[in-house]
């Protein structure tokens, strides 16, 4: 296996990281001896990242991943992303604290090394099929990222980012703020 760091964290992840989400169902509806079997073989193959969220079926993937990974003995990094929603938007700091506080109890962990916002973002804060946050809402005082960094500081967060969800401008406001560790952009 090879490794990459990450951005300037000083976190060195395999370059095959193990996806915990919906489109396999593996982690989330797959009969438990298959979870164990998939995890035990990727962490063997030299897999040391898995990243989990919970909209991967409602916080069943964090929940069957923090189980093996605890009946494994296994200490891989982690990244889990947290989705906010219209609800969230009079505290969002404090829903940001919420969110990853919820993930960490359902992974069974007292800490993530990474996490993510799993919102879209949007010039304009949406509320058609999917919610959706403005980059102000993420950078602003009270906001996102000052969630993400109480977390940080409390020892519950090692960094943090975003999924590349959303406007292609909200998402360079994002990234051009410098604030974030690293984003999960999507390839193919």
């Known amino acids: ?20 989400g919906n489109n396999a169902v593996l982690m989330v509806k797959a009969p438990h001896q298959d979870q164990v079997k998939a995890v035990r073989y990727a962490l063997d193959a030299g897999i040391n990242f ?9 916080g069943k993937s964090e929940e069957n991943l923090g189980g093996i990974l605890r009946e494994l003995g296994a200490e891989p990094m982690i990244s889990t992303k947290i989705r906010l929603e219209a ?11 919420r969110a990853v506080e919820g993930g960490l109890s359902r992974l069974g962990r007292d800490r993530v090394d ?3 916002l799993h919102t879209r973002v949007t010039l304009d804060r949406g509320m058609g099929k999917r919610f959706s946050l403005t980059p102000k809402d993420v950078l602003g005082p009270n906001g996102v990222v000052d969630g993400f960094k109480s977390m940080r500081d409390r ?7 975003f999924s590349g969800l959303g406007d292609p401008k909200a998402l360079h406001e ?15």
Do not use: P
Request: net charge negative; charged share 20%.
């Open 87 to 97: 609800d969230a938007i009079d505290d969002l700091r404090a829903a940001t604290g």
């Open 50 to 58: 898995f990243d989990t969220a919970f909209a991967y079926g409602l």
């Open 174 to 188: 994002l990234v051009d703020s410098g604030e974030f560790h690293g984003f999960q952009c999507y390839y193919n």
């Open 155 to 161: 020892g519950k967060v090692g960094f943090f980012g």
């Open 1 to 20: 296996m090879q490794y990459r760091t990450i951005g300037r964290t000083g976190l060195r992840v395999s370059e095959i990281g193990f996806g915990c």
């Open 114 to 116: 990474f996490v993510q």
